[in-house]
């Protein structure tokens, strides 16, 4: 059992590391989440959270301790490459692994556990998020383990065997890394998977086995300090954006254009899920159809459903939202291996089979697909064809075919070639491919020119319509994000060292601003590219002023 989850974690890691350094930064928000945590180690002021020059309370701290510490560990300080800040997430990814696996055998058996890990760790989810430098993957792994604690309580309580003592300790520690993390998602998950069972139990009883006096205390020990740290240092600021600002908004309309209807994650998790979401949409038929028989489905259902409802329902949505809920699911593909097969693949009602169809199509669509970017996306985006996109194509489609089942129940074996699969798409689309794409990746290309062509130590660039996140992270704290005339000012305040970067069709207005102070500008590169982020075609010139 101890070597199942150690093969999983193992296996969760081989299956991030690869693009965990080739990919360069992402922009927006892995890019901002980096970026503040350098600036806290560049000022040693690990309790306020800052990008440049302007607070960043949208999250509270606990990423951004937990990419200090692995910098710290890294030894390399403020200059730490991108792959370094990226190692907590791959962490996450891995104890959230582990702990599904957890919980799957303490549920349902050893091999239950193992194909739930194996599920989670090959997820297309579970493989951008452990690349990312964001609060996800360390999110996933606290409501995982939480969650995990409150299941094996649950299932306890229902056979009315005594609950062991360190369950509801873990469940409370989780939470409060939770709540540092990002704030009450992990707390809202707990909630509303106690109310669903409520619902269907009518019994509360078994939360009094929760200790949950102790439990709250513990929370508060793990999050007051820092929350009275920051409003201290803030001024009541920090509540004001985190909760009036950034949660509220997201709660009662789309924010930063994500507003998006009802539905949206239903249209989202053939690709979220693949490759399992049909074996998990089968698991979970089959679940709906026994779940009164059985409080371990009535868990795993109230995991999924209440929460999933929920975030339809809110009107920001962005795909990883609904992350924490997919474990709930691939345990039941673990319970479903545990059936006698005539169980197992019972036939299914009617309007179930049209929902089952219906997944099927969407994971066609995404195994498809995913092998024409591999191919596609070097030929349109750098007009050369990649040896790299043949592998990487078989592999979707190959993964993609085994993932089709003909029944219901699929054997462990193949949920692990099916995983398998999927770590070498990934590995090729991250790691290979995705890198290989020079014109969207337009920060590292001026980092390059910048370093090139740096006249002094302390040059400091300022750049015009090319504002976005990566580029501070990889150029410089101080760089200065502006306008043309901005870059204009920037080169006449510090004629010797700056540096300015300015689209190539506004350079008469940079150089007519220079002569009029009786200087003028020397182009010293071109780089062109696309930024990913806004869609734009740019052609940016590297300036200086002429000596």
């Not at 350098?38 to 302007?54: A, H, N, P, S």
């Not at 910098?71 to 997430?89: F, K, M, N, T």
């Not at 993609?400 to 949920?415: C, H, M, S, T």
């Amino acid at each position: 059992m101890n070597r199942n989850y150690l093969f999983l974690f193992l296996f969760s890691i081989v299956m991030t590391v690869s693009g965990l350094a080739s990919l360069p930064p992402v922009d927006r928000d892995e890019s901002r989440f980096v970026q503040a945590t350098k600036q806290m180690v560049e000022t040693g002021d690990y309790v306020d959270i800052r990008l440049q020059d302007v607070s960043r309370y949208k999250k509270p701290i606990g990423i951004y301790w937990l990419q200090s510490a692995a910098v710290a560990l890294s030894g390399e300080g403020a200059a730490a490459p991108i792959w370094v800040y990226r190692l907590v997430s791959m962490l996450g990814i891995a104890l959230a692994v582990v702990g599904i696996g957890w919980t799957g055998t303490k549920l349902f058996g050893a091999n239950a556990g193992l194909a739930a890990g194996l599920m989670m760790a090959a997820i297309f989810a579970t493989a951008f998020e452990g690349r990312d430098a964001k609060t996800d993957a360390m999110l996933l792994a606290c409501c995982v383990i939480a969650q995990g604690a409150l299941a094996q309580v649950y299932w306890a309580s229902k056979r009315n065997e005594p609950v062991p003592g360190h369950l509801p300790w873990i469940f409370w520690i989780a939470q409060g890394l939770g709540i540092l993390i990002k704030g009450p998602v992990a707390p809202l998950l707990s909630l509303l998977t106690a109310a669903a069972l409520f619902a269907f139990d009518r019994d509360w009883r078994w939360l009094l086995k929760m200790k949950l006096v102790r439990g709250v205390l513990i929370v508060l020990v793990i999050v007051l300090p820092w929350l009275i740290l920051i409003t201290w240092k803030s001024g009541g600021a920090f509540f004001q954006e985190a909760v009036g600002k950034d949660m509220l908004n997201k709660v009662a309309q789309g924010e930063e254009s994500h507003g998006l209807p009802p539905g949206f994650y239903m249209l989202t998790y053939s690709l979220f899920m693949w490759p399992f979401g049909l074996i998990a949409v089968g698991a979970g038929l089959q679940a709906i159809n026994r779940f009164w028989d059985d409080p371990r489905l009535r868990f795993c259902l109230a995991w999924y459903i209440p929460f999933w409802l929920v975030f339809e329902a809110i009107p920001t949505k962005l795909p990883h939202y609904v992350m924490p809920a997919y474990p709930g699911m691939a345990l039941l593909v673990g319970w479903l291996l545990t059936l006698p097969a005539d169980k197992a693949n019972a036939p299914l009602k009617r309007w179930q089979t049209w929902l089952w169809w219906a997944t099927a199509f969407g994971v066609v669509v995404v195994s498809i697909g995913l092998a024409v970017v591999s191919v596609g996306a070097p030929l349109y985006l750098t007009k050369t064809f990649s040896l790299w996109s043949i592998p990487a194509a078989i592999a979707a489609l190959v993964t993609g075919y085994l993932a089709f089942p003909r029944q219901l129940q699929v054997p462990l074996p193949r949920i692990g070639a099916i995983a398998a699969g999927a770590g070498i798409t990934f590995s090729l689309l991250f790691g290979v491919i995705a890198p290989s794409l020079k014109p969207i990746w337009l920060s590292p290309a001026i980092k390059a020119a910048v370093d090139a062509n740096r006249p002094c130590d302390t040059t400091v660039l300022a750049s015009a319509r090319f504002q976005e996140p990566s580029l501070v992270f990889l150029v410089g704290t101080k760089t200065v994000l502006t306008d043309v005339e901005g870059v204009a000012q920037h080169l006449l305040n510090d004629p010797s060292c700056a540096l300015g970067l300015a689209p190539i069709k506004d350079e008469q207005k940079l150089a007519d601003v220079l002569t009029a102070q009786g200087k003028s500008a020397k182009r010293l590169t071109e780089i062109d590219g696309i930024n990913y982020s806004s869609g734009d075609k740019l052609s940016l010139g590297l300036y200086r002023v002429a000596p």
